[in-house]
């Protein structure tokens, strides 16, 4: 958010405005990967949903929200195998699908922000004013 300040002239409207699109972006792509999963019988729709869930990537804010609800679902399902027997088909947290995939992604645009922040801190993307 941080380089993104510099595109407007005063700050804190900078940080109000980015926060406002930051919520409607998580919020808006979580619960709309979420519903489209509702619908994973039909291919289309499974189709749509996996390629929105790899465009979602560059959003840290979905990252969160989707890895969280995916690792509630995925404890609750886990439950359900315990109680019923089926120890093997319990899933580990940590697979590529269910949060391994956006901590990576999170990981890649933790770099990429900090190599932007100290670029325009030192001006070499900043206009001369």
């Known amino acids: 958010m941080y380089p993104a300040s510099f595109w407007f002239e005063v700050p804190s409207s900078a940080y109000v405005f980015l926060i406002v699109i930051n919520l409607f972006i998580g919020i808006t792509a979580t619960v709309a990967t979420f519903l489209l999963q509702l619908f994973e019988h039909d291919k289309d729709l499974k189709v749509v949903n996996s ?7 560059i959003f840290p804010n979905y990252n969160l929200g989707h890895g969280l609800m995916e ?3 995925n404890e609750y399902i886990n439950e359900y195998y315990a109680k019923i027997g089926q120890v093997d088909k319990m899933k ?13 992604a999170m990981t890649v645009e933790g770099f990429v922000g900090f190599l932007l922040t100290i670029m ?5 993307l900043r206009q001369p004013q």
């Open 71 to 73: 690792m509630a679902y």
């Open 120 to 124: 325009c801190q030192y001006t070499f």
């Open 51 to 57: 390629y929105l869930k790899s465009c979602f990537l």
């Open 92 to 104: 580990s947290p940590f697979e590529w699908d269910i949060v391994t995939r956006g901590l990576v």
